[in-house]
């Protein structure tokens, strides 16, 4: 009877290279300018936690105003 391989450690197979295309942004960056990447990435956090906060302000509007 053939032994079973051992279970594969699911972190393992979390960190693939086909899994971390997935973050990559849809645009081609140039490999080679790497403060590019970082600016970029710096601009989409901070734009995105902008955005939050102000849906955020909306949405607390929206709910004061009713009371």
């Known amino acids: ?3 079973k391989p051992p279970p594969q450690d699911s972190r393992l197979s979390a960190v693939s290279p086909s899994r971390v295309t997935a973050f990559t942004p849809t645009h081609k960056i140039p490999d080679g300018d790497f403060s590019t990447q970082m600016t970029y990435h710096a601009a989409e956090r901070i734009k995105w936690s902008a955005f939050s906060a102000t ?3 909306q949405l607390c509007r929206v709910i004061f105003s009713k009371q």
């Open 1 to 3: 009877m053939p032994r």
């Open 55 to 57: 849906k955020m302000a």
